[in-house]
């Protein structure tokens, strides 16, 4: 299959299963491929909006499970019973507005990226920085044993990021879901079982 019929696929799939864009079999794959969300987990979704993956969480963690979504941006879907949104900038709020009454999280999610300008160096850092931030913010919330994945720009710093999620996760994983258009530089990098 092209790219380009792969691309038509997942958006007409997503369409089908009422979610607003794509990204979502990116998560779902990585879930499957590494059992990420479990019933009654508690998850923070970070850069949310859409809502795609805040929609896929939420039936995944089911009426025992909490999802709280952050974004700059306002959500396109009715946000299910078992979810929060928290509008703002990750650089600025707080890990106690994040943890909203809550114990810690079993997983943190991430599919956060820069607005992008074309230059692939600027480009990069930006998502590193996004990156770095998801991970600060999962270091800080997660309950020990946690999960966290979130998206990343390949770059000459993917090493770096791999020992920094090596210092905090027993298993570090990249993945490159099937989803992933073609021309795109993005991966995934999922940690499991926060050290303590």
């Not at 691309?7 to 607003?20: F, L």
């Not at 074309?118 to 996004?130: H, I, M, N, T, Y």
């Not at 997660?142 to 090493?159: C, I, N, Q, T, Y």
């Amino acid at each position: 299959m092209s790219p380009k019929r792969r691309s038509d696929h997942y958006t007409r799939k997503a369409k089908a299963h009422a979610y607003p864009a794509r990204s979502v079999f990116k998560l779902e794959e990585i879930d499957r491929r590494l059992g990420l969300i479990s019933k009654g987990d508690r998850v923070l979704d970070l850069g949310c909006s859409p809502g795609s993956w805040l929609k896929y969480a939420s039936r995944r963690v089911g009426r025992g499970g909490r999802v709280v979504g952050v974004d700059l941006s306002a959500l396109r879907i009715r946000l299910p019973a078992n979810a929060s949104f928290i509008s703002g900038d990750v650089f600025e709020i707080d890990l106690a507005t994040l943890a909203a009454g809550l114990e810690g999280y079993d997983v943190v999610i991430s599919d956060m990226a820069p607005s992008t300008t074309g230059a692939a160096l600027v480009d990069q850092e930006g998502s590193f920085r996004l990156f770095d931030r998801a991970l600060d913010l999962a270091a800080g919330l997660l309950v020990p044993g946690g999960r966290f994945a979130g998206k990343l720009f390949f770059s000459p710093r993917h090493e770096e990021v791999l020992e920094r999620m090596k210092d905090l996760f027993a298993r570090v994983r990249t993945l490159r879901p099937r989803a992933t258009r073609s021309t795109s530089r993005e991966v995934f990098v999922a940690g499991q079982g926060l050290k303590g």
